[in-house]
């Protein structure tokens, strides 16, 4: 169902502990991103990846962190940092020099 | 950068009725925008996408229209079934600037009353 894959599907943290979000891709896809949907408020861009070991901030940036190591590979850290973590989290994929993306199932982060 | 207004914000009809949805961008270099339908719980799937050097383009029920000079565009779903009930999202993308970046609208909650 897409080669996109996001875990854990739930997640629960403490205020105070960072996490870290997994999304991976076997689509062979150039670019990545990480999106923030809230109720109400669409999808926000947070980070996003055009080629590996490089990334640019999206609207949303602060409190966040991410790595592009591989190109399979675009993992989310949600730091202490982030006032307001709560939500839910999607990863999408798409080829170089193509417009369409490509959605993973979402991560729904609650901070406790 | 980008600003991309979605209305209304939550629509109702009656199985069989045409439902419409209205997006507004401001980036006159924006040449790409796509439609996504969200379900409950689920993914955002891309159901029709259109280019700017195309006026509209039609998929079995979904039609899309895009005006240029106004800079709107509008999801057009025809007899609507209870399983077109779901969030739409709109986008706009300047492939030109290299990114790819999409900016979303806020969402437009679809109920199709049976």
């Known amino acids: 169902d897409g080669g996109i894959t996001q875990s854990p599907k739930y997640l629960f943290r403490k205020e105070g502990q960072n996490v870290t979000l997994s999304c991976e891709q076997n689509?062979?896809?150039?670019?990545m991103y990480w999106y923030r949907q809230d109720p109400g408020q669409g999808l926000r861009l947070i980070y996003y990846?055009?080629?590996?070991?490089?990334?640019q901030k999206g609207d949303i940036a602060e409190g966040y962190s991410v790595s592009r190591e591989k190109k399979e590979s675009f993992p989310l850290t949600v730091t202490s940092a982030q006032k307001n973590p709560t939500a839910f989290y999607l990863c999408a994929s798409t080829p170089g020099g193509y417009n369409e993306q490509f959605f993973g199932p979402g991560t729904r982060l609650t901070v406790l | 950068g980008e600003n991309v207004e979605q209305h209304p914000s939550t629509l109702s009809v009656q199985e069989g009725d045409s439902a419409v949805i209205k997006c507004t961008y401001s980036?006159?270099?924006?040449?790409?925008f796509p439609w996504y339908k969200q379900e409950l719980g689920k993914r955002p799937q891309l159901i029709i996408d259109?280019?700017?050097?195309?006026g509209e383009k039609k998929d079995q029920r979904i039609a899309v229209t895009l005006n240029k000079t106004a800079k709107h565009f509008s999801l057009h779903i025809t007899e609507t079934q209870p399983e077109d009930s779901a969030v739409y999202f709109c986008a706009a993308s300047n492939s030109g600037a290299g990114s790819y970046q999409l900016t979303f609208g806020k969402g437009t909650k679809l109920s199709v009353i049976p």
């Open positions: 990846s055009q080629i590996v070991n490089d990334f």
């Open positions: 259109i280019r700017s050097n195309v």
């Open positions: 980036d006159s270099a924006s040449n790409y």
């Open positions: 689509l062979n896809h150039d670019a």
